[in-house]
């Protein structure tokens, strides 16, 4: 939910108990004693309005009229933003709004704020109203909340219209309270004890709306109109810069995971390599933190509704000490059971993201044995302060990368997995510099301005120092940097990229000054040497491999608005091995090991059943209904797990929990304790069956090259 004004509730009298108890409610005199203060626009908010439409259109990528089509689009997206469950405007407020739908393109062009504004009221307004109803509701002991009657609430309420009238709104409430309350009860709380943490809940939530300030309604208002140029392009107010670099925040000293408010949740957007919760193992991208408690024993405050900040300020803390997280998994609907995580809390060191080293060996069918060297790159890196002081030991992942093809090289590896699975990207620079390792002089990116100029100055300017097979592991959490990489090597045909679809952030963001604030607006475009551009569609794998990163929850194809893919001209490159003609054979036997492999067979059998979860949009209301979903569910991740334990050799589980809990016979720890410990982590083939598999794909690779005589490592 974005940050919001202060409201002017209503205060009437309370109507007869009835069927529609929550129509006489939602007008019944205040639960909260709130004092909000009034919305006012200020003469420097509108200057700074009309000094961004001025910014956006001579600085932003996207060449786009702000025009009554526009106009009819912001309203759209802040209504969305405003809610987007459609859950506390009417029907009757859409068709007010829609109104002034042609009106906000020379509204902003001049400065005007007042009819956005307005709507900004009516919604907190409502919101307050809404609350005081709920709360009313849950206090009074003569409702019964009940959860013996079939019914079920449908979930994905963004594909769904408003309320057509109060009565509508009241029944959305009565089954979205119902389902809250069934959630806290299967999670071990008495009733009594769910409708007090429910009335605390939205207390809490009045009570920070009517905490907002002008600037946050400000804020809410622009940011609706700036994300229509591309999901990159956001007004930071002197506040919000403030936080700019809170993820940085975050990995310095956190949990190390970098978040966004999305709907009413915090969502986790990516986990920062060799932090924490990437260490942790068990907060996922996408999750979305519904609760944050502190120590072992802390209560687990929610967090449903609150501003990110917020969030981020109970998840921060000192080094050593635990947070714990309750989580609603990425694929879960709205109203699913939730489960609890700890993370202890450290400090991000250079040293754990920096570039690693293994070597393991593989045979093949002659029984002939290959050495496979890995090179593990969690992002790239560099000592900006060190490089510009001419610091001779500065520390880059080009520096750490070239030392370790030396090691390998004396190791006589016969090929290399450069693994860039949750590398987020980092400096360009690097980027540029580390493909300059695997090929000649050449061009690996190109930029095209705001102005449509297209540069090639980023370019490899060495002879190769590795000229070995090698091939590159990407995901779903593999962006920028690592897609220029990526991209590069597999345009140059310089080796096989394997694994899922990239994240497809290709656009470069610069930052703006402001009368008041700044604006943080993208400037220009990435394009590979092919002339593909890495945007949106990102770099695809010549050979894939199931993921279980959802590409519709996670990546810029998920975002709306975001700029499309598309192409220019190619750039004169080179060609190193011919792997289109390589690909047939080296798939087919890929495909012929996953589909014997128990731990790929597994996977498979994984997605189906989170797909088959996520395609659910409703959920039933019915305690009996919900445990016997709950007891299926277990059931069938149990027999998942022991058709891949029974296929491995090892004894199955006898129960789901089992499953989390300590392995006596393979010596593994319970993972809440395990996270606790946990040290740097390191490459491991033997547990990572993608690794595994991008070292045969590696070795089919070499043995299709092994009449070319091409000398492996040169010019160390």
């Known amino acids: 939910m974005p940050d919001k004004?202060?409201?002017?509730?209503?205060?009437?009298?309370?109507?007869?108990?009835?069927?529609?108890?929550?129509?006489?409610?939602?007008?019944?005199v205040p639960a909260l004693a709130l004092s909000p203060e009034p919305l006012e626009v200020t003469k420097q908010q509108e200057k700074t309005t009309a000094e961004i439409v001025r910014t956006l259109h001579e600085y932003h990528f996207r060449d786009q009229t702000l025009d009554?089509?526009?106009?009819?689009?912001?309203?759209?997206?802040?209504?969305?933003?405003?809610?987007?469950?459609?859950?506390?405007?009417?029907?009757?407020?859409?068709?007010?709004?829609?109104q002034h739908k042609a009106e906000f393109d020379d509204d902003f062009k001049k400065g005007k704020l007042d009819t956005a504004i307005n709507i900004y009221a009516t919604f907190l307004e409502r919101f307050?109203?809404?609350?005081?109803?709920?709360?009313a509701q849950l206090e009074d002991e003569q409702y019964k909340l009940g959860f013996e009657t079939e019914e079920s609430l449908r979930v994905d309420r963004d594909k769904t219209g408003w309320p057509a009238n109060a009565a509508e709104a009241d029944e959305l409430w009565r089954k979205r309270i119902k389902a809250d309350a069934l959630n806290l009860k299967l999670a071990g709380k008495e009733v009594k004890e769910a409708r007090e943490l429910l009335i605390?809940?939205?207390?809490?939530?009045?009570?920070?709306?009517?905490?907002?300030?002008?600037?946050?309604?400000?804020?809410?208002?622009?940011?609706s109109f700036t994300t229509l140029y591309d999901p990159h392009t956001n007004y930071l107010s002197p506040r919000t810069l403030e936080n700019f670099n809170i993820n940085m925040s975050l990995s310095l000293e956190g949990i190390g995971a970098m978040l966004?408010?999305?709907?009413?949740?915090?969502?986790?957007?990516?986990?920062i390599p060799a932090g924490p919760a990437d260490k942790q193992g068990q907060l996922k991208?996408?999750?979305?933190?519904?609760?944050?408690?502190?120590?072992?024993?802390?209560?687990?405050?929610?967090?449903?509704g609150w501003r990110l900040d917020e969030v981020v300020d109970l998840i921060r803390g000192k080094k050593d000490s635990t947070v714990r997280l309750e989580i609603l998994p990425a694929k879960a609907a709205a109203g699913s059971s939730t489960h609890i995580i700890s993370i202890k809390r450290d400090k991000v060191k250079l040293e754990e993201q920096a570039a690693q080293k293994a070597v393991f060996e593989l045979k093949d069918d002659s029984d002939k044995a290959y050495k496979i060297g890995v090179i593990d790159i969690p992002t790239f890196y560099l000592d900006f302060a060190a490089y510009r002081q001419r610091d001779p030991d500065y520390r880059s992942s080009t520096r750490d990368v070239f030392r370790l093809l030396s090691e390998l090289a004396e190791e006589n590896v016969d090929g290399i997995v450069v693994d860039l699975r949750n590398n987020g990207g980092g400096s360009l620079h690097e980027a540029t510099s580390l493909t300059d390792l695997f090929i000649d002089q050449g061009p690996v990116v190109q930029i095209r301005q705001t102005n449509q100029l297209i540069t090639r100055n980023h370019r490899s300017h060495s002879k190769a120092v590795y000229r070995g097979p090698i091939v590159v592991l990407i995901n779903r959490l593999s962006a920028s940097a690592s897609e220029i990489f990526a991209g590069a090597i597999q345009d140059y045909g310089r080796g096989i990229i394997i694994g899922s679809?990239?994240?497809?952030?290709?656009t470069v963001q610069t930052l703006q000054p402001l009368q008041h604030g700044q604006l943080k607006v993208t400037e220009s475009k990435f394009y590979r040497v092919s002339g593909d551009s890495t945007q949106h569609r990102g770099v695809v794998p010549d050979i894939a491999l199931p993921d279980l990163i959802d590409p519709e929850l996670v990546g810029e194809s998920s975002y709306d608005h975001a700029l499309p893919w598309d192409s220019i001209h190619a750039a004169k490159h080179n060609r190193y091995f011919d792997i289109p003609a390589a690909l047939p054979s080296i798939t087919q036997s890929h495909m012929a090991r996953i589909k014997e492999d128990p731990d790929f067979v597994y996977l498979t059998d994984e997605l189906e059943l989170a797909e088959e979860m996520s395609s659910r949009t409703t959920i039933s209301l019915r305690e009996k209904t919900r445990i016997a979903e709950k007891d299926e569910y277990e059931n069938k991740v149990l027999a998942l797990e022991n058709k891949r334990r029974k296929a491995k050799g090892l004894e199955p589980y006898k129960a789901y929990s089992d499953i989390n809990g300590t392995d006596e016979e393979d010596g593994e720890a319970d993972p809440e304790q395990q996270a606790l410990d946990a040290g740097p982590e390191k490459i491991n083939p033997e547990e990572d069956p993608f690794l595994t598999e991008a070292g045969h794909i590696l070795l089919d690779f070499i043995k299709a090259n092994e009449s070319q005589e091409t000398p492996k490592i040169a010019n160390f």
């Open 285 to 304: 991208p996408a999750d979305r933190i519904v609760g944050v408690g502190q120590d072992g024993e802390g209560e687990i405050v929610e967090v449903i």
């Open 68 to 98: 009554d089509e526009l106009s009819e689009k912001f309203l759209s997206n802040y209504l969305d933003s405003l809610d987007p469950g459609k859950s506390y405007l009417l029907q009757k407020d859409i068709d007010t709004f829609m």
């Open 200 to 223: 605390k809940r939205y207390r809490n939530q009045a009570r920070r709306i009517s905490q907002q300030t002008g600037e946050d309604a400000f804020g809410a208002v622009i940011n």
């Open 128 to 135: 307050i109203a809404r609350s005081e109803a709920i709360i």
């Open 501 to 506: 679809q990239s994240f497809g952030k290709g």
């Open 5 to 28: 004004m202060p409201p002017r509730p209503t205060r009437r009298a309370v109507a007869s108990r009835t069927l529609t108890l929550l129509i006489s409610l939602l007008l019944a």
């Open 260 to 271: 966004q408010s999305e709907d009413e949740y915090t969502k986790v957007v990516r986990l």
